[in-house]
Structures are given as C-alpha cells and as structure tokens.
C-alpha cells in the first residue's frame, strides 16, 4: 500500500446517501478476481450512456466525467457510503481510479474496513462540513483543493476552514506506514517466535506433526511435558 500522511487534490462532489458498493462496481464490471482492470467500472451505471449500438460513451452529467474534475483523487459523498454487499472490489475500483480520501458523513462498516486496507482513507464528516468543503472546492476544483492531513486528523478547505475527524489509532498507523494487516502483524515476528518457542515448551503435543502424533511414546511423552508445565 501507499502510505498516507498529507495528500491534496481535486474534490470531487458525489453527495448521494447510501451510495452501495454495487453502484461502486456493478457486479457486471468483475470480470476478473485480480484487483487490478476495475477502475474502468466504477460507477459505470452513472457514468456511461448505453447507446444503440451497445456502444458505452461517457456520460457527460456525471461528475468524474467533467473537465474541471479530471483527476479526481478525493471523493465527497453522503452518508452511509460504501453500504450494501461486502464486496472489497469497491475499494479496489476507487484506488485504482486514483482516489486517496472519501469524505462522508458515515460509511458501510465493511467498506470502511475493506478501504483502510487498501490504503484509501475513510474521511467521517458531519454534513455541514461536507457542504463547506463542496462549496469552497466546487467553486474552482482544479484550483481550490483540498488538504487532508492524516498526520494531524484534519480536513482543511478555503482559509480558516479546518476540520478535525477521528479514526482508529490501528488504521491510522496502517495508513500512515503504508502496511496492511498482514504487514503490520510480521512487525512483531520476534514477539511472535519467542511466544511459539515457550509454548513448544508448555505444550509439546501441539507442534507434533501427523506421523509423529501416531508414535504412543512421543504422545506420552508430551502429555507428561503438558501435565509437568501445568502443575
């Protein structure tokens, strides 16, 4: 993952509740199980016209579709964003498309999870600030961006517009360092070892392997080790 500390950018307003993760990536766009192929298919219900000919062209209403939001990589959207199905290529399809932020004032629990671990940040705003960040940006978005600041919590908009958000101290670190949960636990390998090698100890009979737990000596042997730890 990328790390995220500070990041500025284009604002892109998408202020619809309950935006699901179908509506993210249509179940039509997963043509493949690799992360990667999806950002094509974001949105594609809202942002392509179906033409006669079965031929899909942009559809030129649709916010990411607009000259002034090209480039696009913080999303402001309503509340309970990313509800809906559990499906984690939603958060694939919006890092791949380039989005590092969504800012909303309340998000699908697995989604925020499922967007933590792949390095898109989960913004919780209330809905005036929202508005003020919406009006500010969309007044000029190529100039007008905005400063999201994971490093200090905050949101920051025009001039004297700053506002604070909270999120899990386990998510911000796996943000700011750029390391998934399986990345975040191998820091801790040594602790992990030494933990493994006492309780070999403790509690041989647990580490035989197959052939070794059909040998009655050693199965004696590690439940008199076992029976001698705990007493």
Request: neutral net charge; proline residues 6%; hydrophobic residues 40%.
């Amino acid at each position: 993952m990328k790390p995220f500390t500070r990041h500025r950018g284009v604002a892109a307003p998408l202020i619809r509740v309950n935006i699901d993760t179908d509506t993210i990536i249509p179940s039509r766009e997963m043509r493949r199980v690799s992360k990667h192929g999806l950002a094509d298919g974001l949105f594609a219900g809202w942002r392509y016209l179906d033409t006669p000919g079965g031929k899909r062209e942009n559809n030129p209403e649709f916010v990411l579709n607009k000259p002034h939001y090209a480039g696009a990589t913080i999303l402001l959207a309503g509340n309970n964003f990313g509800c809906g199905s559990s499906r984690e290529h939603a958060a694939w399809a919006l890092v791949e498309y380039g989005f590092r932020a969504v800012i909303a004032p309340g998000f699908g629990s697995i989604f925020h999870g499922n967007a933590v671990r792949n390095g898109l940040l989960p913004v919780k705003l209330p809905e005036p600030a929202i508005d003020a960040l919406n009006e500010y940006a969309s007044a000029s978005p190529e100039t007008n961006r905005i400063l999201v600041d994971l490093e200090n919590t905050t949101v920051r908009g025009a001039a004297g517009d700053e506002f604070g958000f909270v999120i899990e101290p386990a998510h911000r670190e796996m943000l700011l360092q750029g390391l998934d949960a399986i990345a975040m636990t191998q820091q801790h390998l040594g602790l992990i070892e030494a933990f493994r090698a006492a309780d070999r100890q403790r509690r041989g009979w647990a580490y035989l392997d197959a052939g070794q737990a059909t040998t009655p000596a050693l199965i004696k042997a590690s439940i008199s080790v076992s029976v001698k730890s705990s007493s």
